[in-house]
């Protein structure tokens, strides 16, 4: 079969798919030592570079392909209207260094969509500022580490967090200076609150939590969870990844949760993937406000009676923690569909993605082990043990066979206390047909795994590359084009 050229293989000199303005602003010398000769980079006309990018997008899976049940990941479908709105010229083309009185829309949006998560939430006050639900994490421990020095309290050098949590977790408490300490999950899955009660005392800093759990799990013993960290002198964090199976049916910040983070792209439907942008705002109770990131988007009346919108910096903020004012973008598509849901429409999210889990539970139950066989959130774990034991078919097998389905498999091998772990999550924007189609094709390589396990093994077969070296992949990078190396690659093809 013929090998189609590298994009980079198709330039030769003079060829260009752009027209350069003339220079209609004042030039500067760029200093000798930031310019090189030559950057080797391949001379290509617009159809070369379109047709390259077109067909590297038909080698990829997504949301706006086929079914998408990427557990944690909440990987809905981004409704088009928020692209839309985001791309409107009032907020599109504007620039965060421009005079707060040019921007009035944007920051009226901005001081909008943090009163709505605040009050979505139960929450006292909200910062765009972060860039992902991890940053948020950061912000979150952050503030919490402000809190504790403010009072003198600096014996509480510890966070604990659930064995059910989110993995970056732990990674976060260590980069704000903490100790990290383990709890573990009883039999249903919630935070064993026993142990827990022996771990607190005076160096807890922080519990993070992750309420829904990874395991897909409301904990149901939230509750007493807060009090028993409260009453120890610690703060209770939530990781609010899971937000989307809670969304206006329990508020954190009722139940006690002093600090949340909110993923903007899983719970409000901004794109997911592709490394950003992203958004992870954080919420705090009142007393917590003065430590938020700077600055905050503030409303004032003036004497006139007309409103305006600018910038605040709250007294004891833990400084900025990204460039402006956040992913502008993103908080633009949030609002949106926030607004276009209401408070009805929320709630309806939340009540559909749970309904499309269970569901899906109530169908797979039989074909496969469940790591927590009760009524799961938004998500649920199944566990391809039975499967391994069988016909020595791996969870890995299965994900790869279920791309000969036209579906992207779930996340696979977390969380790290299920073995053989196959986390789904069907988000509340699926059809049943698409649901039914999901059950079929995971029946049937349950199937396939019992009687002819040598072609779940080999799987995919359907796709135009199979098994990648992915491990070699992610240890020998290959970052940078080197003509040599491309064509002995062709070649080797």
């Not at 617009?46 to 038909?58: A, F, K, M």
């Not at 969870?225 to 002198?233: D, L, M, N, R, S």
């Not at 954190?252 to 949340?260: A, C, K, L, Q, T």
């Not at 009805?344 to 790591?371: F, I, K, P, Q, T």
């Amino acid at each position: 079969m013929a090998v189609e050229p590298l994009i980079y293989d198709l330039g030769k000199k003079g060829r260009t798919g752009t027209t350069v303005p003339p220079v209609d602003v004042p030039t500067t010398d760029v200093p000798a030592e930031l310019l090189r000769d030559e950057l080797g980079l391949p001379e290509v006309s617009e159809i070369d570079v379109i047709r390259h990018y077109t067909r590297l997008s038909q080698l990829n899976h997504a949301i706006d392909i086929g079914f998408y049940p990427l557990g944690s990941c909440t990987m809905k479908y981004n409704p088009k209207i928020n692209e839309i709105v985001a791309r409107l010229p009032g907020y599109a083309a504007i620039h965060p260094l421009q005079d707060p009185s040019t921007v009035q829309g944007a920051l009226e949006l901005m001081h909008e969509l943090q009163e709505y998560l605040g009050a979505i939430a139960g929450f006292d006050s909200v910062t765009l500022q972060p860039a992902a639900g991890a940053h948020g994490e950061l912000t979150g421990v952050l503030i919490a580490r402000a809190y504790h020095e403010e009072r003198g309290d600096t014996a509480r050098d510890t966070v604990i967090v659930p064995d059910s949590a989110h993995g970056t977790n732990p990674a976060t408490a260590v980069m704000a200076g903490y100790k990290v300490a383990t709890v573990p999950s009883d039999e249903r899955g919630n935070v064993d609150l026993g142990v827990l009660k022996e771990m607190v005392g005076p160096n807890t800093a922080a519990l993070m939590i992750t309420n829904p759990s990874t395991l897909g799990l409301w904990d149901e013993n939230i509750k007493d969870i807060v009090t028993t960290v409260h009453e120890a002198g610690g703060l209770v964090y939530n990781d609010g990844a899971n937000f989307n199976a809670i969304l206006g049916i329990v508020r954190p910040g009722d139940i006690g949760i002093d600090i949340m983070h909110f993923n903007l792209h899983k719970t409000f439907s901004t794109p997911h993937g592709g490394g950003g942008p992203g958004s992870g705002p954080v919420g705090v109770r009142a007393d917590l406000a003065k430590y938020l990131p700077a600055p905050m988007i503030e409303k004032s009346e003036g004497d006139d009676g007309k409103t305006t919108y600018g910038y605040s910096w709250p007294e004891q903020t833990v400084g900025k923690i990204h460039s402006f004012l956040g992913n502008f973008g993103m908080h633009v598509r949030a609002y949106t569909y926030i607004r276009m849901h209401g408070a009805e429409g929320l709630r309806r999210v939340s009540e559909d993605a749970v309904l499309a889990a269970n569901y899906l539970l109530a169908n797979l139950r039989d074909h496969y082990d469940v790591a927590y066989d009760r009524t799961c959130m938004h998500e649920f774990v199944l566990s391809g043990n039975r499967q391994k034991k069988s016909g020595g078919v791996r969870t890995l097998d299965i994900a790869k066979r279920l791309l000969d389905f036209g579906v992207h498999p779930p996340t696979t091998y977390f969380p790290l206390i299920v073995p053989e772990a196959l986390m789904i999550e069907p988000t509340e924007t699926e059809s049943i047909e698409t649901l039914d189609y999901f059950i079929d094709a995971m029946i049937q390589i349950a199937g396939e795994a019992q009687n002819d396990p040598e072609f779940v093994k080999a799987a995919p077969h359907t796709t135009q590359f199979k098994r990648l070296d992915e491990v070699g992949a992610n240890r020998n990078l290959n970052l940078r084009w080197q003509p040599e190396k491309a064509k002995e690659a062709v070649a080797a093809d």
